[in-house]
């Protein structure tokens, strides 16, 4: 198998002080904060993959791809990058029954950086903000299934190094690169098939997700936690189907603990919400849905952030605090669609 990618993206973010919706004056402006950037952004790939059953029980998945990335910003941070990076990944899977694989899988990949993060730090003269930092992952797994297959499990150990953490600025809205960072844990899913219309699905995943230098987050807190990164997440749900034109679901998404600041003396408090929908297929390509998100009106906090910000009163430094987003209230969505 082999193929191409190609994106290009035009994105102009304009971010202004303003005061009741309107724009503040320059002269009135203390922080003297505005930004204007024009981007363009493209990304190009070329990948392949080869398959091989070496004997009935061991088989081997290869793949290599290159990705391209290049962009300017001809804004409030002016500047172009670009990368390529090329990267090898592989498996090798061991069937010794029917029912039961274990693999052993490795490869290099990426994640991008804002570049108007990138540019901004070669002008401030800090190294190593990549438009592509790179990321080298490990992984070794069992998938097993049991009960004449009416149960099917899949369980993972995970390692992966980044080359720089991506960092959010919640005040200014912008990503930028920061250290490097190790994260390893496990995951687990779950898949049971009770009936032929019921279907229950759970999912559970905990890492240790570390910087691998001390990381000042700028409130006076220096440590090697990742901020935002949970500790746990999971799910669950239960699926209908195969009811004539019914079908539904009920869910649960559980957000665990995460730290906010980089020594993990201030943590958010995650969460967790019930979620269900009711689905009718009319025919002819027409189907409606109802769903209820959020079931129990639960009161927490959807994302919490942990930064400097400055109140009416304050000193001029600023303090840090943490500012949060709450968790959205029940509401009911009526969808009509049809498909042609």
Known sequence: MFGFQARYDFIDVWRIP?????????????????????????????????????????????????DYQYGRDSGTNPGSASRSIL???????????????????????FHSDDIRGVNRARINGIQGAPLMATQMGEEVGLRQELFNRKVALTFALFNLDAQSETQYDPDAGQDSAGPASRRYGYELNITYQALRWLEFYATLSQDHARFKTPFDDGTGHVGHYIPNAPFATGSFAAYVKNLGPWSGSLQLRYLGAYPLSSDDAVQGSGYHEWNGDVRYAFGAGWN????????????????????VDRLSGEPVTGIADVHIHPLEPISLRITVEKSF
């Open 18 to 66: 303003t005061k009741g919706a309107e724009p503040v004056p320059a002269a009135n402006d203390p922080l003297g904060f505005s930004e204007r950037d024009r981007v363009r952004l493209g990304s190009d790939s070329l990948y392949v993959q080869a398959t091989t059953h070496w004997t009935d029980w061991l088989r081997t998945v290869f793949g290599l791809r290159n």
């Open 288 to 307: 409606a849905a109802v769903g209820v998100y959020n079931i129990l009106n639960t009161k927490a906090n959807s994302m919490e952030y942990w930064y």
């Open 87 to 109: 990267e090898p990944k592989g498996s090798l899977i061991f069937q010794p029954l029917a029912t039961t694989e274990l693999y052993v899988s490795a490869g290099r990949g």
